[in-house]
């Protein structure tokens, strides 16, 4: 479905802007007249041009009739070395002075207190940093747990004298957006009380980690640092489960969207979407079908057109029945006599295998045998394989079943009038469902190596929900 890519992807950079002015110049250094520069922020983890323009009279000067989105924005030289500044969302008239070597010394701004507050402390954590490089040296040389616990503790100093500046910086000027930016490089602060408890202090990690980033400011997405805070949040913070994962999605989306950070919002929803569509985790396409179904198709997505809507809509209901922690549709189709047909939800296991097959697909012929393996030694303790054979070459299909020893349950369409295709949208083969005694989805499409390992849970989960209560004596 890299249809998402191509339809959305196009739409993320679109922002509304109020009416207003912006006057930005640079004077640098080391260029010469004519030299052209590109003004570009940052959007996620993507650069996004605003213009360019030439050196005159010394300076580069950027104007628009309208105010520019606020964020963190970069100013590319011709040799494509670039030095980053701040865009507020009221402060859009200043300069700032640098040369072409970039030395952190050399920045200064006039008319700007979120970028002189920046560089200013670019400089200050610069100068606290540079014993570091010589501790990393010492560190390497060290011949025991002493000497390095002593050069970390050094590190640390240092860094705790960088963290009280920023801080001090956010508290004395908390309107600023270099406030927020900073704020939002810390770490959220866990209460003493828990820290030595590892299970609470990561809980109250989940619970407080957006505390120090705006969620109600769209400039925030224009920074170097949220993408990277949204995908570790979606990837590290939880358990890498659907239904782990949609009520925290939910909550995020509907704190952006409560907030107005329509842009934030945005491209959270589309990043969410796209990120659970290539997910090679087991059952996640539950997590895109929920996006599919919940915001796409439910209206929320205004940035979305009818087209790309329909398309989405048409996927959900692809993959709808199929969702793990679902009964899987039923089929009733014939074995090899063609005279029997059996119904998958009546077969009696504990687990049941569907698993839909050609014996003249190439990766088939791989996984197959590692199935077969698999079912052979587990078929006693109640495992059952239902396979579905996809295609039309029924007598090539019954002799590769007689001379591979396939004993499981063999069925196919014999009439082609089945609706297994559409019900599991089968696309391609092998696809592989593994079901509990009551046919409902536990897993689907693991790599066949890992089937008995995934049984061997199940079968264990199984024993122990139905072993018999004994009486307290």
């Known amino acids: 479905m890299k249809f998402l890519k191509s339809f959305i992807v196009l739409l993320l950079a679109i922002s509304g802007t109020a009416s207003a002015q912006y006057s930005i110049s640079f004077k640098v250094k080391g260029l010469k007249e004519g030299d052209s520069c590109i003004l570009a922020y940052y959007y996620a983890d993507q650069n996004k041009v605003v213009d360019t323009a030439a050196v005159k009279n010394g300076k580069v000067t950027y ?46 701004a006039v008319g700007s207190l979120d970028n002189q507050l920046f560089f200013d402390f670019d400089k200050f954590a610069s100068e606290q940093s540079k014993p570091k490089a010589t501790l990393i040296e010492e560190y390497k040389k060290c011949a025991d747990d002493g000497c390095k616990d002593a050069i970390r503790a050094k590190v640390e100093a240092i860094d705790e004298v960088i963290d009280k500046r920023r801080l001090e910086l956010i508290n004395q000027n908390p309107q600023t957006f270099v406030a927020k930016l900073f704020k939002a490089v810390m770490d959220v602060e866990i209460p003493e009380s828990i820290k030595s408890n590892e299970d609470l202090a990561f809980e109250y990690m989940q619970k407080h980690y957006w505390d120090n980033i705006d969620l109600t400011d769209d400039g925030m997405l224009r920074t170097p640092l949220f993408k990277r805070k949204l995908e570790n949040y979606i990837t590290k913070m939880f358990d890498q489960n659907p239904d782990s994962l949609i009520p925290v999605i939910d909550d995020l989306c509907s704190r952006m969207e409560k907030g107005g950070a329509k842009e934030m919002y945005k491209y959270t929803v589309w990043w969410i979407t796209n990120h659970h569509e290539e997910s090679k985790i087991m059952c996640m396409d539950k997590v895109l079908h929920h996006m599919a179904q919940d915001y796409y198709c439910a209206g929320k997505c205004f940035w979305a057109d009818s087209s790309l809507v329909a398309k989405m809509c048409e996927h959900a209901v692809k993959i709808g029945k199929t969702r793990c922690g679902d009964i899987a549709p039923n089929m009733q189709l014939y074995d090899t006599t063609y005279f029997r047909m059996v ?38 303790r109640g495992v059952e394989v239902y396979a579905v054979y996809t295609q039309a070459d029924v007598d090539g299909w019954k002799k590769y079943i007689k001379d591979n020893g396939l004993s499981w349950i063999n069925v196919v369409d014999a009439h082609n009038n089945a609706t297994y295709r559409a019900d599991y949208n089968i696309i391609s083969t092998p696809q592989v469902y593994i079901l509990n005694e009551h046919k409902v989805i536990e897993f689907k499409n693991p790599p066949a190596e890992n089937v008995g390992k995934i049984l061997e849970y199940m079968l264990k989960e199984y024993d122990e929900n139905n072993s018999p209560v004994k009486n307290e004596p």
């Open 343 to 380: 119904e998958m939800h009546k077969i009696q296991s504990k687990i049941t295998v569907v698993v839909f097959w050609d014996h003249q697909c190439g990766h088939c012929k791989k996984e197959i045998p590692k199935l077969k393996e698999m079912y052979d030694t587990m078929k006693k």
């Open 63 to 108: 104007k628009g009739d309208k105010k520019l989105d606020n964020g963190v924005y970069i100013i590319v030289l011709p040799k494509r070395s670039y030095i980053e500044f701040l865009v507020p969302k009221d402060d859009q008239e200043f300069e700032i002075q640098f040369d072409t070597s970039l030395a952190i010394a050399g920045k200064s």
